[in-house]
Nanobody, 122 residues
Framework: QVQLVESGGGLVQPGGSLRLSCAASGFTFSGYHVIWYRQAPGKERELVARITSFGTITNYADSVKGRFTISRDNAKKTVYLQMNSLKPEDTAVYYC???????????????WGQGTQVTVSS
């Protein structure tokens, strides 16, 4: 019953915007740190953004800083990735990863979604 489902991907022109969603079910989502990753064909998986369990700390890859914003609504068990000023190099499959860690950072649970395709092209 544990699921993470990404949605919101699609085709957008350079300079456009998309909002990705990561919807969780089957576990206590509010206790999980969430990370967005992306992977383009022939390239390694890249960390895009992350957010702590209560949204107090966020981090971004240098390549997306100032353009992307990660947020979460624990009542809706959903994390969002708002992507603005999109570039062709943002084209990739985007994955949501929810991680439960101890207070000293030891991972005890780790869930992944199936990904959503983002294509930035004219």
């Amino acid at each position: 019953q544990v699921q993470l489902v990404e949605s919101g991907g699609g085709l957008v022109q350079p300079g456009g915007s998309l909002r990705l969603s990561c919807a969780a079910s089957g576990f206590t989502f509010s206790g999980y740190h969430v990370i967005w990753y992306r992977q383009a064909p022939g390239k390694e998986r890249e960390l895009v953004a992350r957010i702590t369990s209560f949204g107090t700390i966020t981090n971004y890859a240098d390549s997306v800083k100032g353009r992307f914003t990660i947020s979460r609504d624990n009542a809706k068990k959903t994390v969002y990735l708002q992507m603005n000023s999109l570039k062709p190099e943002d084209t990739a499959v985007y994955y949501c990863n929810a991680v439960f860690q101890t207070g000293v950072g030891v991972t005890v649970n780790d869930y992944w979604g199936q990904g959503t395709q983002v294509t930035v092209s004219s």
